[in-house]
């Protein structure tokens, strides 16, 4: 069946523009995610990385850690997906991360939320309509603890440029 108003459906806009973030301004992103054994093996496949500390609860042990904690990078990429709808969901080109401090193991169970504050905002010099934004992000454990944290930077559009 043909939906009669699909010529005139308008996406809807999300995500914060330019104007919308201000220096100091805080942002506590949203309910969080429990990571699995299932989404470490699952990320160790699929980038390659066979390092037995993620994949070997005997060569972890071995090494003082109780269990084989999550891969890092996933917890990385955990914290910045938990950040991405109110910091950068917009669009504009991610610009990268800087000052990343991996600070206590995660394991299978914990369950990661993330909190940014901004840190830098300017206009962008070389590309009209579209500014710089730089915050600080941490991701904490369930029991309120500091796991990783780090500085990202995006391109991200002014609403003067729609």
Same mark, same amino acid.
């Given at each position: 069946?043909?939906?009669?108003?699909?010529?005139? +459906?308008?996406?809807?806009? #999300?995500g914060? /523009?330019?104007?919308? *973030?201000?220096?100091? /301004?805080?942002l506590?992103?949203h309910?969080? @995610?429990t990571?699995?054994?299932s989404?470490?093996?699952? *990320?160790?496949?699929a980038?390659c990385?066979?390092?037995?500390?993620? %994949?070997?609860?005997? *060569?972890?042990?071995?090494?003082?850690l109780?269990?084989?904690?999550?891969?890092?990078?996933?917890?990385l990429?955990?914290?910045?997906?938990? &950040?991405?709808?109110?910091?950068?969901?917009f669009?504009?080109?991610?610009?990268? $991360?800087e000052?990343? %401090? +991996? @600070?206590?193991?995660?394991?299978?169970?914990?369950?990661?939320?993330?909190? =940014? /504050?901004?840190?830098? #905002?300017?206009? &962008?010099e =070389?590309?009209?309509g579209?500014? $710089?934004?730089?915050?600080h =992000?941490?991701? @904490?454990? /369930?029991?309120?603890?500091?796991?990783?944290?780090?500085?990202? &930077?995006?391109?991200?559009? &002014?609403? =003067?440029?729609?």
């Open positions: 069946m043909v939906d009669p108003d699909f010529d005139t +459906f308008v996406p809807a806009v #999300k914060n /523009q330019f104007e919308d *973030f201000t220096v100091d /301004q805080e506590t992103h309910w969080g @995610r990571l699995t054994e989404d470490n093996v699952v *990320f160790c496949a980038t990385n066979w390092h037995p500390m993620y %994949t070997n609860v005997e *060569f972890a042990r071995a090494r003082g109780s269990g084989t904690p999550l891969h890092p990078m996933l917890v990429c955990t914290v910045v997906g938990l &950040s991405v709808e109110d910091l950068s969901e669009g504009g080109p991610f610009l990268g $991360i000052d990343c %401090t +991996f @600070r206590t193991p995660v394991y299978p169970g914990d369950t990661l939320t993330a909190h =940014s /504050q901004v840190l830098d #905002k300017r206009t &962008s =070389s590309r009209p579209v500014g $710089i934004v730089t915050w =992000s941490e991701g @904490r454990n /369930q029991h309120g603890d500091v796991v990783v944290d780090f500085t990202r &930077s995006n391109l991200v559009q &002014s609403r =003067s440029a729609l």
